[in-house]
């Protein structure tokens, strides 16, 4: 029988980052089976407890993102082929959030960090006012539209080694989303926005080690976006506007 043929061993976490421990499934290896289908046949037919979770199952909200074998994934893109290692797979909810039980993590402290980083749209003008005229080719629409397919699946945020040692860093989407902004000409934010990513904990926090970079599932380079918020800053604090 070869490695293809052979059922998976499955390990999934169950329990809190707390109080938990690995349970050990055999489930049966079929052709263009995805994490999330072994995730999925674990709890139809053997833990009808296990608690993750998952929407569009097609790559398009993020919310099955897991660690598969130490590294952060979308589990609904993610085919067994690509991540298994022999016939063996380790499942774990995200690093460097809270677990609430078994494969799903609070998001609470994700988010909390991009309302820190500035990272909603301050209009220029209200719906009365006429539309902003923007030119898809202008300078600042490029570097706006590097960021802007970000999905929150929090990927990047379980990959940061700095997020795992300050917990006070905003972390790479936040100040992805916080970048983006900087470049859109509609938002009227800039120096409030670059005062709050300049600080502790800001975009200055960044080690650029590029594991951001190298695990979005959306090809962003958050450490791209990190670089041109540390020059605005920089720039910022020359003019005393900080």
């Known amino acids: 029988m070869s490695a293809s043929d052979k059922p998976l061993s499955v390990s999934i976490w169950r329990g809190t ?10 489930v049966p290896r ?4 995805t994490i999330l289908d072994v995730v999925s046949w674990v709890q139809r037919n053997l833990e009808p407890d296990l608690s993750f979770r998952f929407a ?26 690509k991540a ?3 016939n063996k797979l380790v499942i774990e909810p995200l690093r460097n959030l809270p677990v609430i039980k078994d494969l799903a993590c609070h998001m609470e402290d994700f988010f909390d960090k991009w309302t820190r980083a500035e990272a909603r749209f301050h209009p220029t003008k209200t719906r009365n006012d ?3 005229p923007v030119r898809p080719d202008s300078p600042a629409r490029i570097l706006a539209s590097q960021g802007i397919e970000c999905i929150n699946c929090a990927v990047c945020y379980a990959a940061c080694d700095v997020v795992e040692k300050d917990k006070n860093y905003l972390g790479p989407a936040a100040l992805t989303r916080a970048w983006t902004l ?4 509609k938002d009227r934010a800039g120096i409030k926005r670059l005062r709050a990513v300049s600080g502790p904990g800001g975009c200055h926090s960044c080690h650029s080690q590029q594991s951001c970079a190298e695990y ?3 090809d962003l380079n958050p450490t791209l976006s990190i670089a041109g918020l540390k020059r605005m800053t920089a720039k910022a604090a020359i003019k005393g506007e900080l």
Do not use: L
């Not at 980052?17 to 055999?26: D, N, V």
């Open 130 to 132: 006429d539309i902003e």
């Open 182 to 185: 900087m470049n859109d000409v």
């Open 84 to 86: 298994v290692q022999g």
């Open 17 to 26: 980052a707390r109080a938990g421990e690995f349970s050990q499934y055999t």
């Open 30 to 33: 079929k052709k263009s089976q």
């Open 56 to 81: 569009c199952r097609v790559g398009m909200c993020g919310s099955c993102a897991m660690m598969v074998n130490g590294k952060p994934r979308w589990t609904c893109r993610t085919h067994v082929e």
């Open 216 to 218: 979005c599932p959306k």
